[in-house]
């Protein structure tokens, strides 16, 4: 069975080949260095990708923050919103909760990020802080109540003295159930102030107090994902500068980081989010732990003055940047500084004495003309003096080509920012027409950052047409690997209920987790990235969709391995003969570790329903003494891997 597996695969029997080629791959004149970071992932909170995605908190609007304060709430019985003599200054809003002796008790249910999942047997943290206003004991009944209106767990608090406290309670669910919702409940006659509600599993990753989700962690492991960028793009920016992403704002207690509304809430009209807003709990600390949990770069970026270019003209003046360049000197102290040092002190606090060791930061997301220009000067002047050490990313707009992309491109050359951040969101089509994108690029100006890319199909799903693209493009940014240093996909999360943008690399909704055909792409990428460039050819020529075939190659020195990428986008099989030059030994009897991408339906998609419709299938070829071939299966990607002896 495992044979024919393998057969009905690879299609090694001959009757289903329409046509045989050769590659040529040289041994003996390896290029350039692959980076180390060359393949991450770009983390941009839209789709609900924070609160309520990665960020594991439960409760929506937990401190009564948003614009409409009970957002999220439904309460019952005598419940005022107040903000005198608050718990937190930056976060003033809580509740007054009076209870008179109805019988139904007075409280508040809260529905969560489009409802609240429930795992059977599966433990929740609860928590809030509060102060009985005449200091005497007050009942609190919690609740986690099903989709069918069913109480599936429950606890309860006992509330005492007139200060604030923390309280907390472990609750378990009887259910599994994805459309729950958390209900308190004051049962005791009086008066209680209660704020910051909150909710979270008890297993998040790694376990941690204001913890993410384990399972989209998970997946973001699996990845292994060398470099990531974060908090976003155009919510760096934001509609307002008001709005723009303030990275202090998301630091220290978590209780005490201001809300902000999210860009993304209202962008798109027929994708209204009015309840989408950004609570910090997930801040720059915890994104720079998670990098460090992935073994992946910090790439971070920071804000140059100049709120969405698309949506606003509002700016700052050049002669009042001040504030903004020394957010980003700020950044790099809390990032890397000791913890004598102010903002190296905030990380030590939080519980991170040891730098993150960060050495890339972006100015700016994808802004353009002038004006982007003169801001960027004036950060690079104060960059280069005080923190020569750091790689500064530069922006060549917001499309891949155009009047914007000419200007931009060589005033970066002549600031000598170390890497210019190109964003691609093209057609299957145009991803194949331009993997040959790099070969001609100038070598001697700045390096090329694909900070944001995807294949966008008619449909915009997540399928195979869209996948195969972006791998057979990506056969062209590690054959130049010496210009291209690093690689983003975009965006990162969508929740199923609450999307605003299309296609993402991993879907989810409040139990599930779904990894895109593009996903197992970068996938496959990441794992299999090699040390050295190695020349692989067809007729003397670079592979770049000739018989609909795509390929790259390197070497892993590390492992002492050949490694070959092939993208097959044309209807027919492919028999490729491998030949490789420059082998000082035989690799005769060597088996050559196959990893393989396809479905023979070229829309096809991963669901929630059915997440493995499209999964790698791992099996091997024998080698010959100079090479070794493979049947390439229409619509497919493959990763070879060969060891030397």
């Known amino acids: ?25 040289d041994l003996q004149k390896p290029g350039a260095s692959i980076s180390p970071d060359m393949y991450g992932v770009f983390f941009e909170d839209i789709n609900f990708g924070a609160d309520g995605g990665l960020y594991a908190e439960l409760v929506k609007n937990r401190s009564f923050e948003f614009d409409q304060p009970f957002t999220g709430w439904t309460p019952f019985g005598d419940v005022t919103v107040k903000s005198e003599k608050p718990c937190f200054d930056r976060n003033p809003n809580y509740i007054q909760m009076n209870e008179s002796g109805l019988r139904r008790g007075t409280g508040l249910e809260n529905e969560g990020f489009r409802k609240i999942g429930y795992k059977q047997n599966a433990a929740y943290n609860f928590s809030f802080y509060a102060r009985s206003n005449d200091g005497g004991e007050k009942k609190f009944r919690i609740e986690l109540v099903s989709s069918k209106e069913e109480v599936v767990g429950k606890g309860e608090i006992l509330v005492s003295g007139n200060e604030w406290k923390k309280y907390s309670v472990s609750l378990k669910s009887a259910v599994t159930d994805a459309k729950g919702k958390l209900r308190v409940v004051l049962e005791t006659r009086g008066v209680v102030d209660v704020d910051h509600i909150s909710m979270f599993p008890a297993e998040t990753w790694k376990n941690r107090e204001n913890g993410l989700r384990k399972d989209l962690v998970e997946a973001l492991y699996d990845l292994q994902p060398k470099v990531f960028r974060f908090p976003g793009g155009c919510i760096i920016e934001g509609n307002t500068l008001e709005t723009r992403y303030q990275w202090k704002n998301s630091v220290g207690p978590v209780e005490n980081r201001p809300l902000n509304e999210n860009r993304w809430n209202y962008t798109f009209k027929h994708r209204f989010f009015p309840d989408y807003y950004q609570t910090y709990g997930l801040g720059f600390f915890e994104f720079f732990q998670l990098c460090e949990d992935l073994g992946a770069e910090p790439l971070p970026v920071v804000s140059c003055g100049l709120a969405c270019q698309f949506e606003s003209t509002e700016c700052v003046e050049v002669h009042d940047l001040e504030p903004y360049i020394q957010d980003a000197i700020d950044l790099i102290e809390f990032a890397n500084g000791p913890v004598t040092s102010k903002w190296g002190k905030v990380r030590a606090e939080m519980g991170h004495p040891e730098p993150f060791n960060m050495k890339y930061i972006a100015i700016g997301n994808e802004q353009w003309g002038e004006g982007y220009v003169e801001r960027l000067v004036k950060f690079m002047e104060v960059f280069r003096e005080k923190y020569p050490e750091i790689k500064i990313i530069g922006s060549s707009g917001p499309f891949s080509d155009g009047k914007d992309f000419d200007y931009l491109w060589p005033k970066m050359k002549e600031l000598k920012v170390d890497l210019v951040d190109e964003h691609y969101y093209k057609s299957p089509d145009w991803f194949l027409k331009n993997a040959a994108r790099y070969d001609s690029y100038d070598r001697s100006g700045p390096k090329v950052f694909a900070g944001e890319y995807a294949g966008h199909h008619e449909t915009r799903d997540n399928n195979m047409i869209a996948a195969i693209a972006e791998a057979a493009f990506m056969t062209g940014l590690e054959r130049n690997a010496d210009i291209v240093r690093l690689a983003t996909y975009a965006p990162l999360f969508a929740h199923v209920d609450a999307w605003q943008w299309k296609p993402d690399l991993i879907w989810f909704d409040n139990l599930n987790v779904v990894r895109t055909p593009n996903y197992h792409v970068q996938q496959m990428y990441a794992r299999n990235s090699g040390t050295k460039v190695l020349p692989l050819k067809m007729n003397g020529g670079n592979i770049t969709g000739q018989d609909g075939l795509y390929a790259s190659s390197s070497l892993d020195e590390t492992s002492s391995e050949i490694i070959v990428k092939v993208a097959n986008t044309s209807p027919d099989v492919k028999e490729i003969k491998i030949n490789i ?19 023979t339906v070229p829309e096809a998609v991963n669901t929630l329903e059915k997440p493995n419709n499209v999964a790698p299938v791992h099996t091997f070829v024998d080698a010959g003494a100079n090479g070794f071939t493979i049947k390439a299966q229409s619509n497919a990607f493959y990763v070879c891997r060969l060891k030397l002896k």
């Open 581 to 599: 030059n420059g082998l000082k030994n035989p690799v005769l009897n060597n088996r050559v570790e196959i990893t393989v991408l396809h479905s």
């Open 1 to 25: 069975m495992k044979r024919l597996v393998t057969i009905l695969i690879l299609g090694i029997s001959c009757i289903y080949a329409n046509s045989q080629v050769t590659f040529d791959l």
